[in-house]
């Protein structure tokens, strides 16, 4: 499944997230730092079916997710510190074997992977980054959807959600142009819950709290 993680300085990439640290850690976060080196973080081969959440946030999504599909091997990727200590800590508690951890750049663990090799991948209300002159920055652009392809699976899926309107609509216009994806055709504003938990992540739960509705979007590599 994988190949070295190597060279990951070397590396351009247009930066797609804000903060990587943020309030002192607490004896539990502490704790989860210290297990994410021990037993989840990700070195691991495995045999079975790969599933990736990229940026987890605190990691109820990912626990969930993992929990659910014992047989798969849930990879997340997160950059933010209190979110990788915190989902660590979590899956420590809920006795979690087949999950692990990457604290950083989702794009450079995704460069670990061979070729073909994930089943799905999810993207969850992925920073909107809604000013004009910061929209370089959105984590699906057509350059990052594209090298996302390269690491699917034949009939693997793309699972993305979001409540920013624009960004739904960019989105849509990207996968349009390539050829390799077909779009599940579920309304956008229905949750698809063959590909999505019928739990709700801290943003998404904010959104439908401030009176928006998200869109849900699958896509499935040809």
């Not at 929209?135 to 979001?162: D, H, P, Q, V, W």
Request: proline letters at 2%; hydrophobic letters at 35%.
């Amino acid at each position: 499944v994988l190949v070295e993680l190597e060279n990951r300085s070397s590396l351009r990439l247009i930066k797609t997230f804000g903060w990587l640290k943020g309030r002192p850690l607490s004896k539990n976060q502490k704790f989860g730092l210290k297990i994410h080196k021990e037993k989840y973080d990700f070195s691991l081969k495995t045999k079975k079916k790969v599933w990736v959440e990229v940026g987890f946030g605190n990691g109820l999504h990912l626990v969930e997710l993992a929990k659910r599909n014992s047989d798969k091997l849930i990879v997340g990727s997160e950059v933010y510190e209190n979110g990788v200590a915190t989902t660590c800590f979590s899956l420590f508690q809920n006795k979690i074997e087949n999950a692990r951890v990457f604290h950083g750049d989702a794009r450079i663990l995704l460069q670990s992977f061979k070729c073909e090799a994930i089943d799905r991948l999810y993207i969850l209300f992925p920073d909107p980054w809604t000013k004009k002159r910061h929209k370089s920055r959105r984590l699906l652009s057509l350059e990052n959807i594209e090298f996302f392809s390269k690491t699917l699976k034949s009939k693997g899926a793309i699972c993305i959600a979001t409540d920013v309107e624009d960004y739904y609509l960019e989105i849509e216009n990207a996968f349009s142009n390539l050829y390799q994806f077909k779009k599940l055709h579920v309304s956008p504003k229905e949750k698809n819950l063959s590909f999505f938990l019928d739990v709700q992540t801290k943003y998404e739960r904010k959104a439908i709290n401030m009176g928006l509705t998200p869109s849900y979007l699958v896509y499935k590599k040809v």
